[in-house]
């Protein structure tokens, strides 16, 4: 980071600070999505600050690195000087400077500075790891600190099997003239079958448009059925039609599974072209 952003003068080291990766401890299952914080404590009028926090590419990848407010929160203007996902899988990278006079206080105490968002890849564990040459922080005035680090870990387990047993879950047209759609488009039979259920609430489908070759993820769909009552611990059939279809679209259907306890599962996608073959998987 340029140290030419910081004005950096020959002042005295005035404290030590810590950066630290909260919590610094975690538990998740591969697939699971989760976020770190990384802080700052016992800063004294923050001007600006550079972290390197490495991990263990094989297990946890990150997804985004998202500044925090606090930095500007007495006025000063934060400047993104490095905002870096490693594409080998190694560390991220944050770098921020902050401008105004030096008489504009920058923030100070315990700072939440950015939230990291990491996905489980596989099961193992992964240290959070600050680069031995970093952090850095600086103080506006200009007044360099010193500072020192607390790393973290993440414990990645197994992924959760799901509460049900899905023998099949597909999608088939119906053409317009048997399911009345008003668009003129076929409708899209969704069937699956489960073998058992348990701890099952009931299910709902979520739909996407996949044209284009673009795909939505699960939380980019939109759910389109009520809830849909669970046959019970032994599984069952279903069967559930969507006419709200338009000519010449690609669907991506996702099954939601909703357990007792609320959490939710989804199982798919299968791609249908409507007016069109179907799909199959992707």
Same mark, same amino acid.
């Given at each position: 980071?340029?140290?030419?952003?910081?004005?950096?003068?020959?002042?005295?080291?005035?404290?030590?600070?810590?950066?630290?990766?909260?919590?610094?401890?975690?538990?998740?299952?591969?697939?699971?999505?989760?976020?770190?914080?990384?802080?700052?404590?016992?800063?004294? *009028?923050?001007?600006?600050?550079?972290?390197?926090?490495?991990?263990?590419?094989?297990?946890?990848?990150?997804?985004?690195?998202?500044?925090?407010?606090?930095?500007?929160?007495?006025?000063?203007?934060?400047?993104?000087?490095? *905002?870096?996902?490693?594409?080998?899988?190694?560390?991220?990278?944050?770098?921020?400077?902050?401008?105004?006079?030096?008489?504009?206080?920058?923030?100070?105490?315990?700072?939440?500075?950015?939230?990291?968002?990491?996905?489980?890849?596989?099961?193992?564990?992964?240290?959070?790891?600050?680069?031995?040459?970093?952090?850095?922080?600086?103080?506006?005035?200009?007044?360099?600190?010193?500072?020192?680090?607390?790393?973290?870990?993440?414990?990645?387990?197994?992924?959760?099997?799901?509460?049900?047993?899905?023998?099949?879950?597909?999608?088939?047209?119906?053409?317009?003239?048997?399911?009345?759609?008003?668009?003129?488009?076929?409708?899209?039979?969704?069937?699956?079958?489960?073998?058992?259920?348990?701890?099952?609430?009931?299910?709902?489908?979520?739909?996407?448009?996949?044209?284009?070759?673009?795909?939505?993820?699960?939380?980019?769909?939109?759910?389109?059925?009520?809830?849909?009552?669970?046959?019970?611990?032994?599984?069952?059939?279903?069967?559930?039609?969507?006419?709200?279809?338009?000519?010449?679209?690609?669907?991506?259907?996702?099954?939601?599974?909703?357990?007792?306890?609320?959490?939710?599962?989804?199982?798919?996608?299968?791609?249908?072209?409507?007016?069109?073959?179907?799909?199959? *998987?992707?």
């Amino acid at each position: 980071m340029p140290k030419s952003l910081y004005r950096v003068a020959s002042a005295p080291m005035v404290s030590t600070t810590i950066f630290s990766v909260q919590p610094a401890t975690q538990t998740w299952h591969v697939n699971d999505v989760f976020t770190v914080t990384v802080s700052l404590s016992d800063v004294t *009028n923050l001007g600006a600050f550079d972290f390197y926090l490495s991990y263990n590419g094989t297990i946890v990848t990150p997804t985004s690195i998202t500044l925090l407010s606090p930095i500007s929160s007495t006025g000063r203007t934060p400047i993104i000087v490095a *905002n870096e996902i490693d594409g080998t899988g190694q560390y991220v990278h944050l770098a921020v400077a902050t401008l105004g006079l030096t008489t504009t206080q920058g923030v100070s105490g315990n700072v939440p500075l950015a939230q990291i968002v990491f996905m489980g890849l596989a099961s193992g564990l992964s240290d959070l790891v600050f680069d031995v040459t970093a952090p850095q922080v600086v103080s506006v005035g200009p007044c360099p600190e010193s500072s020192s680090a607390v790393d973290g870990q993440v414990l990645i387990l197994p992924a959760v099997s799901t509460a049900i047993e899905l023998a099949a879950f597909t999608a088939a047209p119906v053409s317009a003239a048997k399911c009345g759609n008003a668009s003129g488009a076929e409708c899209v039979n969704l069937f699956w079958q489960t073998m058992s259920e348990m701890n099952t609430a009931g299910f709902a489908i979520l739909r996407s448009t996949a044209n284009n070759g673009q795909l939505g993820a699960p939380g980019t769909a939109d759910v389109i059925t009520s809830f849909i009552q669970s046959r019970g611990m032994s599984g069952g059939e279903y069967l559930w039609q969507d006419r709200a279809t338009q000519p010449g679209t690609t669907y991506a259907y996702w099954l939601q599974e909703i357990q007792a306890d609320g959490s939710l599962r989804n199982h798919g996608p299968v791609l249908i072209s409507v007016n069109g073959a179907v799909v199959g *998987n992707p």
